[in-house]
């Protein structure tokens, strides 16, 4: 019997926003991802080229009165190594947008942070976060 995969969570976190050159968004989504095994961030300039755009995802655990933040984890399955969840397109960079997919490592999504780093505007950003039950 062929299993039915659902997507459980389909969010849009930036909606065809324009960003300047030099400037730095945080979409703070404060979502709870405890439920999930992987988010994949789908960052794109619709039709547009997405060259040096710097993402930088941040998990939160909430504890009483503070929140603590990771935006890397140490992996030991392969080896120990740290694995950022930070991602820059490079200037030679054709294409209109990239999936970042990364492994849920705290139950909060704190948040997004978008920098373009380039020297030209981008007049349309969206972001979208998706992902299934574990």
Known sequence: ???EVVVALQQVL????????????????????AA?????????AGNRGIEKMHTR?????????VTLLAD?????EDSVSEREFSFETPASYGGTG??????VVAPLLYDVILRNTGASDKPNIYV???AQEI
Do not use: C, N
């Open 1 to 3: 019997m062929d299993e």
């Open 14 to 33: 930036l909606d065809g926003k324009p960003m300047t050159a030099g400037q730095e968004r945080r979409l703070l989504p404060g979502l709870d991802v």
């Open 36 to 44: 999930y095994d992987r988010l994949h961030f789908h960052i794109s």
């Open 57 to 65: 995802i941040l998990f939160g655990t909430p504890l009483q009165g």
């Open 72 to 76: 890397s984890t140490v992996w030991f």
């Open 98 to 103: 990239f999936v970042m997919s990364v492994p």
């Open 128 to 130: 979208t976060v998706l």
